[in-house]
C-alpha cells in the first residue's frame, strides 16, 4: 500500500512570499488532514477534510492560511502571506471509514511532511 | 477539551539499559492512547495503541506501554535500547479517531 505523499519535503521561503503544499492521500481514504509541527512541539491539526468538504478548521488561521481538496483526492495548504512563525513541518495524514479501524496502524497515516523555513 | 503532557523533553540513555518516556494526559471524555515514534526528516509512525481491554499493550520494536486510569498516564518503555531508537517520541489521545492531541515529544539520545 503506498503511503501518503507529500511535496516539496523542503522549502525555504522570505516572509510576506506565499507558498503552497501538496499531499496525495492513501487511495480510497475519505479523510484528510493537515497537520502543523513547530520545531520543540507536538503536531497540531490545522484541517480536518471529509471527501472534499471541511470537518473542522478551528485552528486555522483563515487570515493566511487556506486549504482546499478539489474532488476529495489531493489536497492543498497555503499559507499567504507567510510570517517568520510559520517555519514548521507540515504534516498531511489521511484516514479510512470506520470499519477498516481493525487494521494495525487503525487507518490512520501521516506523510513524511513538508519543512517550511521562512526568513 | 484534551491534552497531552510529557514531562521530559530530552532523555539519554545507554545502549542495552532500559527507559521510560512519560506520558500523562486530561480529558473530559474517553479517549484512546497512542505512541508514535518520528525518525529524523521522516513522518510518525505508529508504535502501539491502547483502545481497551488489557492495560498493559506491546508495540513494534519491543516498546510497550501502561495505561494507568487512575493516574492518567501512559508511560512507554523498553527494557533494552539499541542505538536505533534514538527518535523523538510523541504521546497522543483521540476521543474519536479524528483529530489528534500530541504531546510536545520526548526525544531519546541513546549513546553506545
Known amino acids: 500500500e503506498a503511503g501518503v505523499a507529500q511535496s516539496p519535503r523542503y522549502k525555504i521561503i522570505e516572509k510576506r512570499q506565499s507558498v503552497a503544499f501538496w499531499c496525495n492521500p492513501i487511495s480510497g481514504h475519505a479523510t484528510l488532514y493537515w497537520y502543523q509541527q513547530i520545531l520543540g512541539q507536538g503536531p497540531k491539526l490545522l484541517i480536518q477534510f471529509q471527501n472534499n468538504g471541511v470537518v473542522d478548521d478551528s485552528q486555522l488561521p483563515k487570515d493566511r492560511f487556506s486549504a482546499e481538496r478539489l474532488k476529495g483526492v489531493d489536497s492543498t495548504l497555503k499559507i499567504q502571506p507567510a510570517k517568520l512563525e510559520d517555519s514548521a513541518v507540515y504534516l498531511c495524514?489521511?484516514?479510512?471509514?470506520?470499519?477498516?479501524?481493525?487494521?494495525?496502524?487503525?487507518?490512520?497515516?501521516f506523510g513524511s511532511g513538508t519543512r517550511l523555513t521562512v526568513v | 477539551a484534551q491534552s497531552v503532557t510529557q514531562l521530559d523533553s530530552q532523555v539519554p540513555v545507554f545502549e542495552e539499559a532500559p527507559v521510560e518516556l512519560r506520558c500523562n494526559y486530561s480529558?473530559?471524555?474517553?479517549?484512546?492512547l497512542f505512541w508514535y515514534v518520528q525518525y529524523p526528516n521522516q513522518g510518525l509512525q505508529l508504535l502501539l495503541k491502547y483502545l481497551s481491554g488489557s492495560t498493559l499493550v506491546k508495540g513494534i520494536n519491543g516498546f510497550e506501554a501502561e495505561f494507568n486510569k487512575s493516574q492518567t498516564s501512559f508511560h512507554l518503555r523498553k527494557p533494552s535500547v539499541h542505538i536505533s531508537d534514538t527518535a523523538e517520541y510523541f504521546c497522543a489521545v483521540t476521543p474519536n479517531f479524528n483529530k489528534f492531541y500530541f504531546g510536545s515529544g520526548t526525544k531519546l539520545n541513546v549513546k553506545p
Open positions: 480529558s473530559s471524555v474517553s479517549v484512546y
Open positions: 495524514a489521511s484516514s479510512t471509514p470506520s470499519r477498516d479501524r481493525g487494521r494495525a496502524n487503525y487507518g490512520y497515516t
